[in-house]
């Protein structure tokens, strides 16, 4: 009685109308139904068993799939129909478990339906029904109120209801409760989304004469295999993609295990294979219907489930394969050949891009661990497929703020670059038209901005459109431009488009403790390093020196740099005027001694007009240590380079009052607090240190 032999599973491939009317979104083609041939974006070409397209009618697909199915369960056979794919592509749909679609019903209706015509046939047949799902990796009975789990025991569920059905109207009844009990939630891609795995069962005891047969008929529709990213979800939601991914990706490994024939089966790696682990064995016929988009926005996510159907289907590449594709191509050669280029094209082409990514493949930081060579294709429209795909290297990661950019691009701006088109081209009544750029431009930059403004609360200094000096004939496929969105994306990178270039800011070592800072000090004395923005121009005059700035730059930002300078210089002379000493000693090189002395002098003499005439204080007149004679200012020098390499206790040694050293003065700190030098000659300062260290 069975029929297969080398095919695990029998693979369906249906696909939902496009939500979007332009031809040249739509990324895939059907170019033969017999056999079924499926051709794709990424060039690859998939044969299935079955290929719906959108006009396949619900009773097409129910009498191709499921039909043949319902005598087998008859005859004893477990049979298991999953439908599988990304959320929105029809899944729910498809079983007809939504009561919104009972006027024209899915696979579950049309099989009680079926069933209960053979009663005439099948005299004592016995059907019960179960309906549960499987959410967040626990059981959850349907047909119960309660809303408490069920325990599982090997792949049997503890306490779930199992309905006997005398009518089809029963079974209905039972399909509307659960339905309603099913978890559902509002993501960005689907209103209406199932949140959960459901699991219609029918069981089917048949008595013959001489024969008594159970089996039963799993109709199973699969939460949607999801980008977290592009579904927007949050919170539990975000977990619940979380666990729906999960349980795709075990679903996967054991259909794959199945399908390769391999000894070890993981079906205890989730709750859903562990309890149809009876269900899905070589013993058993399963279905599986892949729902997939065929909207070029989508196509990321579609060949993600064409290639596992194409796995699960362990197909031999057939040579009519080939043949039939050499064949569309001829009679199709517009869609094949290479497309009038356009200046910026050409320009396009003379820098050739290495990597045309869609924008799903930089986002995704897939859930899933990657099964599909997919991810490596090119996106190309199909109407521009003629060269050789150039091999691409791994996209580098995305900053979260170009992330954001390009999934604000990818999920509003192409929808609305759509709806653009689309209107415009009715307007212009098909003609080659001039599409409104700068008016999409406009919007979408508001729309990046808006986006960023939000997230970072920040208002960007510069945002421009992704979309910039495009014409109308590269839009033949939306992919092309995405280069372009990725690197303004890039350009509006938080670092560069909020934050002035990091400066390294000095930690203070923890070492920097009291008994460092001394030797610090001293060191910092001696080897005054040059400060460009501090100084204190007590030699001359207040006028700041010409300095880089304003060599080289406009004269607007000298003038700009001057006045902070003068600021600058006034803020410390209001310190020397009206700061207490502990302001005082806030000015550099100035110590509690120092700042005592600058108030002396200042209830002596009045205020200071000028930093200049802090000279005037005979601690800064009394310098014993300089020296106008070039010989001696030489030799200092030389000294303070020597102490510079000298270790630190040297240093402190040479510091004490009881080492007779030759030029103590030298070794003044900010305060001079160690030095009795300092009351000895009572010199603190020179003019060189004021300039050097202020
Ligand atoms: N073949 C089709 N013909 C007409 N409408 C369809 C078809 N497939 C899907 N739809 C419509 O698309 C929408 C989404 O379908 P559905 O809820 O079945 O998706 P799903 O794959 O079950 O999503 P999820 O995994 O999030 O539950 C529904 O409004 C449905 O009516």
């Known amino acids: 009685m069975d029929t297969r032999t080398e095919e695990f599973v029998n693979v369906a491939i249906r696909i939902r109308p496009s939500l979007n009317v332009l031809e040249e979104s739509i990324g895939i083609k059907v170019i033969s139904e017999t056999p079924p041939i499926l051709y794709a974006v990424n060039r690859q070409s998939y044969t299935f068993n079955n290929i719906f397209t959108s006009k396949a009618s619900q009773k097409d697909v129910y009498n191709d799939i499921v039909k043949p199915l319902v005598q087998k369960v008859l005859l004893g056979y477990n049979c298991t129909v999953f439908a599988y794919g990304q959320t929105g592509t029809g899944k729910t749909y498809t079983m007809g478990s939504d009561p919104k679609t009972y006027s024209d019903p899915g696979f579950i209706v049309r ?45 049997k569920i503890d306490g779930l209801a199992q309905v006997k059905v005398y009518t089809p109207n029963e079974a209905q009844n039972l399909l509307n409760i659960g339905s309603k009990n099913r978890h559902v939630g509002d993501t960005k891609l689907n209103a209406n989304s199932s949140r959960s795995h459901a699991i219609f069962t029918m069981f089917c005891n048949v008595k013959n004469e001489n024969v008594k047969t159970e089996a039963k008929l799993n109709l199973v529709d699969l939460a949607g295999s999801e980008s977290v990213r592009k579904t927007g979800t949050e919170g539990s939601q975000f977990q619940e993609g979380v666990n729906i991914n999960m349980g795709l990706y075990n679903i996967r490994r054991v ?16 709750m859903i ?126 900053s979260p703020i170009v992330r954001k950019c390009v999934e604000v691009f990818e999920t509003t701006v192409m929808k609305k670059f759509d709806v653009m088109l689309q209107s415009h081209r009715l307007a212009e009544k098909c003609k080659t038209p001039q599409f409104p750029w700068e008016k999409l431009q406009n919007e979408v930059s508001q729309i990046v901005r808006n986006e960023i403004v939000q997230m970072t609360g920040q ?45 390294p800011v000095k930690k203070p070592s923890k070492k920097h403790t009291v008994a460092s800072r001394r030797s610090a000090r001293l060191s910092r004395v001696l080897v005054a390093p040059k400060r ?36 600058h210089l006034k803020h410390i002379l209001s310190i020397l005027n009206d700061g207490n000493e ?113």
């Open 459 to 503: 208002r960007p200094r510069n945002c421009s459109s992704p979309i910039e000096n495009h014409d109308i004939s590269n839009i033949s496929g939306v992919f092309s431009e995405e280069p372009s969105v990725i690197a303004v994306a890039k350009r509006l990178d938080f670092n560069e488009t909020f934050k002035k270039p990091d400066i």
């Open 111 to 155: 099989t009680f339906n079926e069933i209960f015509a053979y009663q005439e046939e099948y005299k004592d047949l016995e059907v019960y029904v179960s309906f549960y799902e499987i959410y967040k990796e626990k059981v959850f009975d349907l047909l119960s109120n309660s809303k408490k789990s069920l325990q599982v025991k090997g792949f």
């Open 255 to 270: 259909i794959s295990a199945l399908s390769a024939n391999m000894s070890h089966v993981p079906y205890r790696e989730s």
């Open 532 to 567: 460009q923005s501090m100084r204190l121009h007590a030699k001359t005059s207040e006028t700041p020196k010409p300095n880089r700035f304003s060599k080289t730059s406009s004269p607007k930002k000298a003038k700009k740099i001057d006045d902070i300078k003068k600021n």
């Open 273 to 398: 294979t562990t309890i149809l682990q009876d269900s899905l064995s070589r013993t058993n016929f399963v279905t599986l219907v892949a729902c997939i988009s065929p909207d070029l926005l989508d196509m990321s996510e579609t060949i993600q489930t064409l290639e596992f159907a194409q796995g699960a289907k362990k197909m031999k590449n057939k040579p009519e394969v080939n043949t039939i594709l050499q064949q569309y191509k001829k009679e199709n050669p517009a869609l094949f050949e290479r497309p009038q280029l356009t200046n910026s094209a050409v320009k396009q082409k003379a820098t050739p891009l290495k990597r045309h990514y869609s924008s799903t493949e930089c986002l995704a930081t897939p859930i899933l661990p990657k099964t599909s060579k997919a991810i490596n294709h090119t996106w190309t429209p199909m109407s521009t497929i003629t060269e050789p795909l150039v091999e691409p290297t791994p996209f580098p990661a995305l």
């Open 582 to 694: 502990k302001e005082l000693q806030k000015l550099p090189s100035v110590g509690p001694k120092t700042a005592v002395q600058i108030r002396y002098f200042r209830d002596l003499h009045g205020s200071f007009e000028t930093i200049a005439d802090l000279k005037k204080m005979d601690s800064w007149r009394a310098n014993g240590y300089q020296s106008s004679d070039p010989v001696i200012t030489s030799k200092r020098k030389l000294q303070r380079k020597k102490l510079q390499h000298l270790p630190k206790e040297a240093i402190e040694l040479l510091k004490s009052p009881t080492v007779q050293h030759p030029s103590h003065g030298d070794i003044d700190d900010k305060d001079g607090e160690d030095s009795k030098s300092d009351y000895e000659n009572n010199s603190v300062h020179s003019d060189d240190d004021v300039e050097e260290i202020l």
